[in-house]
């Protein structure tokens, strides 16, 4: 169908749109007029993805004078490929109507892991050896030995690639991962540098949140990209956590180890060159005597990761005359590896500022702050010079010289923490030393400062009013939709107490209490007699879901719990939990009906779909709160306390209860889904922590269904799943509220729809 907002031609590639997809656009054309950044929380099911990118291609369209560029950022491959898909089929629809005029260039940008099609590569098991396996095959130095001599290997595919320089380019059209690889293996180019080079020139590019975030691969991937660019971040609920973990570094006795392994090796390098070819390492010394940074100039193939600091923190100087013999340099890093090492050998937690650190560094090793700073850089430098391309070895050094760089260039924000041991497990000595970033709104600066305008959102993103403070920016528009429903397919229930009216809670003195363990059990076997085909239920961790599942197990609850449906259980090794999903997917297709127990936070609760039979109930086993004596979150909460003026009892609740939202939003993944949602603790029922929850769940969530014990539950249950047995009205149009909207309900209805859909 084909609409007009304001200025505006909308192509959307579907028959009929739902009003909170019409309420939504509106909103987002009023960020992209007003070159803003905006918040919009979209309940899940409801189309989100094919919204943002009709507006936003079709913006595009209607100003070709001025065309921006949208760069659409996901959390997973999986969410990628699904994106990728839906542009696919918008752009074939705008093709139609308006041919030639409407093609763009569209392409996901993922690792090489991802994107590699050389057999040889791709056999090395993991990220970080792919990467090396590439380097060893195409860096500049490689490349120059195998012309020289035949026998030394390179790469078919980027050699043929970089023959036919000119004439690399993509058509029109939009590229999946698994469209670019067989494009790549077509033509006998290299998908992954091929991509890199089409970034600049793509309307639409699809990445992981990393490349625009963390400053070592955003400086080399994202360095390119135009001021004229729209920034999506899709399923942003978690975006503060994604921003503090990419300027955070930990160091443990492992990482030193490996370091001093490095430190040895390239000396052994340093020698052979001082023996063979010492001109090479005079050239370095001269170049970085004259301040000549060498990123500037660097082939695509030889960058590695960039400097870990944000690109304005980056001193624009000559490094320091004390690391620019290559020599120096490892003695300094030796030094700085022998300060960690003795601090590691610490028995007392220790909590310190970097300035704290940075002079204690400078009093017991004689390093100053300007030397920690130009580490990462000198590293990189060496590295090029020593021509080492097994990067996967050296990872461990590299980890050093990230620590050094960030807490040379960061005073603000971050603090040093030292723990001897996991306080879970206080009996096994795991010496950590942890360079921690508290404040969110460091990374992501840069983006919002760059871009015309940045979109955030996702499904939960309630309370929406914590997210500029958490960032630090200022949107022009914010909003919270609700979802419009023909019947009410959605049942949200707070079950605070067992059938013998015990309440029930996590809380940490009755987690452990025989009667809420018996009471949890109850209620899902209770659960499984009467709902069909899936179940799923979240604990609030690892270790907790194996307590209860043993004590279920020692009182026979769990058998009984099989014989009316079988049970899968996600654990921490990821082709475990691959593998028990498919068995929870069989069980379902084949009537057999499963229960599937998972952890919030984990891997299932972020991204796995329990849509249609999948998921015909939920249940959340007690509110899932951070470790709350987790020296890291404490040291955040300070910080957020002291310069954002957030109570430490605000974040942490808000923090709970955007994970349940997000495990309970699993079931519903379109409007014609139906599930219950059953938060199983009494805190739930008290109103500061229930009014955290996203609007579209709190709009079903009925007075009488805040106190309910499992008996209650069982009943109300029973008639949810009668009342969707019956057939219903799709559209709506009987009950005088329309949920799908044609061209003409459009046209009659105008402005009106925006304002109905806002909470």
């Known amino acids: 169908m084909k609409f007009q907002i304001d200025d505006v031609t909308v192509y959307f590639p579907y028959d009929h749109i739902y009003p909170e997809q019409y309420a939504y656009m509106v909103e987002l054309k009023r960020t992209l007029d007003a070159r803003g950044h905006c918040l919009l929380e979209m309940p899940t099911g409801t189309g989100k993805t094919i919204a943002l990118l009709s507006l936003i291609t079709s913006y595009t369209l209607s100003k070709p004078h001025n065309p921006v560029k949208l760069i659409y950022c996901t959390r997973t491959v999986h969410e990628m490929e699904k994106t990728l898909a839906e542009l696919k089929l918008l752009h074939n629809y705008q093709l139609r109507h ?224 004390n690391i620019r013999k290559a020599e120096h340099f490892l003695h300094v890093l030796r030094r700085l590896v022998q300060y960690l090492e003795d601090r590691l050998g610490n028995e007392n937690v220790e909590k310190e500022l970097p300035l704290v650190f940075v002079k204690s560094i400078n009093t017991q090793a004689g390093i100053d702050q300007k030397t920690l700073k130009f580490c990462y850089d000198r590293l990189h430098s060496l590295m090029m010079t020593l021509e080492i391309t097994d990067t996967d070895e050296f990872l461990h050094i590299q980890t050093i010289c990230d620590f050094a760089t960030l807490v040379g260039t960061y005073a603000r924000g971050f603090s040093i923490i030292f723990e001897p041991f996991d306080e879970r497990m206080p009996h096994i000595p795991d010496p950590v030393l942890q360079l921690s970033c508290h404040d969110a709104s460091v990374a992501i600066k840069p983006v919002f400062d760059r871009f015309q305008s940045v979109v955030i959102t996702s499904g939960t993103l309630s309370p929406i009013d914590l997210y500029p403070r958490l960032l630090n920016f200022n949107p022009v528009v914010s909003r919270s939709f609700t979802m419009s429903l023909t019947r009410e397919c959605i049942c949200p229930m707070v079950l ?35 709902v069909p085909d899936g179940v799923v239920c979240f604990f609030v961790s690892y270790s907790y879901m194996d307590g209860i599942v043993n004590s279920w197990n020692e009182s026979g609850i769990l058998k009984e719990i099989m014989q009316h449906k079988l049970v899968f259980i996600e654990t921490q090794d990821v082709v475990e939990t691959t593998l028990a999903l498919d068995n929870y997917r069989k069980a379902c297709d084949c009537g057999r009906g499963a229960v599937f127990f998972s952890v919030a936070r984990g891997k299932v609760a972020e991204g796995i779909d329990f849509d249609r039979h999948y998921g015909r109930l939920v249940i959340m086993y007690g509110v899932p709160f951070q470790y709350t004596l987790s020296k890291i979150l404490v040291a955040r909460l300070e910080y957020l306390r002291e310069t954002f003026q957030i109570k430490e009892g605000d974040f942490l609740t808000f923090d709970a209860l955007r994970q349940a939202a997000q495990c309970v939003g699993r079931v519903i993944r379109s409007k014609a889904d139906y599930g219950m949602m059953i938060f199983a603790d009494k805190r739930y029922s008290r109103h500061d922590k229930r009014s955290k929850l996203p609007g579209w769940i709190l709009s079903h969530l009925r007075d009488a269904h805040l106190n309910l014990s499992t008996d209650m539950a069982l009943h109300i249950a029973r008639e949810f799943l009668r009342k969707m047995a019956q057939p219903y009205d799709k559209t709506g149009s009987g009950s005088g509220r329309k949920t799908l909207l044609s061209q003409d309900d459009l046209e009659r209805m105008g402005q009106g729809i925006t304002n109905e859909m806002l909470f």
């Open 98 to 321: 308006l041919g030639n005029h409407a093609a763009i260039l569209a392409i996901g940008l993922s690792s090489r892991k991802n994107l590699c099609v050389n057999p040889t590569v791709l056999a090395a098991e993991n990220r970080d050896s792919v990467d090396a396996a590439c380097r060893k095959l195409t860096a500049s130095w490689v490349r120059a030995a195998a012309v020289a001599n035949p026998n030394v290997p390179s790469c078919e595919f980027f050699e043929q690639f970089e023959r036919d320089r000119e004439g690399t380019v993509l058509p029109p059209g939009v590229y999946t991962l698994q469209d670019l690889r067989a494009f790549g293996k077509a033509k006998r180019w290299c998908p992954y540098f091929l991509a890199r080079r089409m970034v600049e020139a793509a309307n639409v590019v699809v990445y992981s949140y990393q490349y625009l975030l963390d400053p070592k691969v955003a400086g080399i991937i994202s360095k390119e990209l135009q001021k004229e660019s729209v920034v999506v971040f899709d399923e942003a609920h978690n975006i503060d956590n994604v921003c503090i973990e990419a300027l955070s570094v930990s160091v443990r006795r492992q990482t030193l180890e490996g370091a001093r392994r490095n430190l040895s090796k390239m000396q052994q390098e340093i020698e052979r060159f001082k023996a063979t070819d010492a001109g090479r390492l005079r050239q370095e010394y001269n170049r970085l005597v004259e301040g000549l940074a060498q990123g500037g100039n660097l082939p695509m193939t030889d960058a590695w990761l960039q400097n870990p600091a944000l690109p304005d923190d980056i001193l624009k100087e000559a490094v320091p005359g």
């Open 496 to 530: 605070t107490r067992g059938s013998d009216q015990l309440p029930v809670s996590t809380k940490f003195d009755m987690r452990s209490d025989l009667g809420v363990v018996r009471n949890y059990g109850r209620l899902l076997l209770e659960m499984v007699s009467v």
